[in-house]
C-alpha cells in the first residue's frame, strides 16, 4: 500500500515562508511525476507545481518566482519551498504523485495541509 503524507502548513503573514514537504512510502517501484495542487474554500483544485524524477520542473503563472520544487528520489520526497506568500495562496495543498507498483501504475494524493496568509 502506497501513502503520501505532507507536512509544514501553517499559518504565516502576507510576505512570510513556509515550506511543505510530502514523503511517498509503501510498495514503490519506481516514481515519475510528483508535484502540488491547491484548493480555496468554492474553488477548484489548481496545480501549482510538479517535477518529474529527471529534476524538471514547471510552475503554475501565479506562483513562478515565488515558489521552488525539489527532489530527493533516495527518499521519495519533495518539498515546496513559498516564499513572499500572499494572501492569495491560501489553501489547501495537496501532494501528489505518479507512483508504478509491481502491478500498477497510478496517481496517488495526501490528505492535504492546510497554508493560511493573513494581509
Known amino acids: 500500500q502506497v501513502r503520501l503524507v505532507e507536512s509544514g502548513g501553517g499559518l504565516v503573514q502576507a510576505g512570510g515562508s513556509l515550506r511543505l514537504s510530502c514523503a511517498a512510502s509503501?510498495?514503490?517501484?519506481?516514481?515519475?511525476?510528483m508535484g502540488w495542487y491547491r484548493q480555496a474554500p468554492g474553488k477548484q483544485r489548481d496545480l501549482v507545481a510538479v517535477i518529474t524524477n529527471g529534476g524538471g520542473a514547471n510552475y503554475a503563472d501565479s506562483v513562478k518566482d515565488r515558489f521552488t520544487i525539489s527532489r530527493d528520489n533516495a527518499k521519495n520526497t519533495i518539498l515546496l519551498q513559498m516564499n513572499s506568500l500572499k494572501p492569495e495562496d491560501t489553501a489547501l495543498y495537496y501532494c501528489y504523485a505518479v507512483i508504478e507498483s509491481r502491478t500498477v501504475t497510478r496517481n496517488y494524493w495526501g490528505q492535504g495541509t492546510q497554508v493560511t496568509v493573513s494581509s
Open positions: 509503501g510498495s514503490i517501484f519506481s516514481i515519475h511525476n
